[in-house]
C-alpha cells in the first residue's frame, strides 16, 4: 500500500538522487501488472515493459512472485517513511488525517487501486504473496499503534489494548477501497465523503482519550 502525504512539512526525498535499477524497473511494469494480472502477465510482457531482455530482467527479478513481493515491500517503505514523519509532527493526529485523505483521494482513485486489487487477489491464491501482505497489514496496525500512544499518551501496551481494533478498522477501510475501486460507480464521490468521515470519526475517538484524565 503506497502512502504519500502531499503536505510540505516532514522530510521530501530528493528529486535529483539516482533511483536504484530494481526501482526503475518496478516503476515500469506496475501498469502492465494492473492491466494484465499476475497469470495474463507473463515474464515476457513484463520484461518488454521495461524496456529489456528477458534474460536480462531476470537479473533483477526470477519470477513474478519475487516482483509482488519487491512491489509490497517498496510500498511498505514508503509507509513507514510518512509515518516517521507523522510521529515527528507537532501535531501527529492532523498528519495522519492528510496521508490517510491523500490515499483516498489520490493514490487509489489515480495511481495503485488496479494493482493493489490484483495483488490482494494473488494473496488469496500464493500463500507467499499472501504472507507478505499480512506481515505489512501487521506492520502498518503497529504504526498506528504507535502514533495513538503518542498521541494519547498512554503506554504501548495499553494503547493497544484499547485502540487494536481502531488500528485495524483503518487497515480494513483502506484496503476495502482499494480493492472496490468505487470511484467508477455512479455515487462515488458520496461514498468517498462517507468513507472520510468514518476515518475522521474513528480518529476522533482515539484522540478523545487522553491519558492525564484515566483512572
Known amino acids: 500500500m503506497n502512502v504519500h502525504s502531499p503536505s510540505a512539512r516532514g522530510p521530501m526525498p530528493d ?4 533511483v536504484p535499477r530494481g526501482d526503475e524497473i518496478l516503476d515500469q511494469i506496475r501498469g502492465t501488472f494492473a492491466e494484465k494480472g499476475f497469470d495474463g502477465a507473463s515474464m515476457q510482457d513484463l520484461a518488454r515493459a521495461a524496456g ?14 519475487a516482483i509482488v513481493e519487491a512491489i509490497v515491500r517498496r510500498d511498505l ?17 492532523a498528519r495522519l488525517r492528510e496521508i490517510l485523505r491523500y490515499r483516498i483521494e489520490v493514490k487509489l482513485c ?3 487501486a488496479p494493482l493493489w486489487a490484483e495483488i490482494t487477489a494473488m494473496a488469496h491464491r500464493n500463500p507467499e504473496i499472501g504472507a507478505v501482505c499480512d506481515r505489512m497489514e501487521a ?5 498506528f ?17 484499547r485502540f487494536a ?6 487497515v480494513m477501510l483502506v484496503r476495502a477501497w482499494a480493492l472496490d475501486w468505487p470511484q ?17 470519526t474513528t480518529l476522533d475517538e482515539v484522540a478523545r482519550c487522553d491519558a492525564n484524565r484515566l483512572p
Open 139 to 143: 506492520e502498518i496496525r503497529a504504526a
Open 77 to 93: 517503505e514508503s509507509v513507514e517513511r510518512d509515518f516517521a514523519a507523522v510521529v515527528s509532527s507537532e501535531n501527529p493526529m
Open 184 to 200: 467508477k460507480r455512479a455515487g462515488a464521490l458520496e461514498l468517498k465523503s462517507l468513507l472520510l468521515r468514518t476515518i475522521d
Open 145 to 161: 499503534l504507535g502514533i495513538f500512544a503518542r498521541v494519547t499518551g498512554l503506554p504501548p501496551a495499553e494503547a493497544e489494548r
Open 165 to 170: 481494533a481502531h488500528a485495524a478498522f483503518l
Open 52 to 65: 529489456m531482455s528477458v534474460g536480462n530482467f531476470y537479473r533483477y527479478f526470477l519470477s513474478k512472485g
Open 15 to 18: 528529486s535529483f538522487a539516482p
Open 110 to 112: 489515480e495511481e495503485d
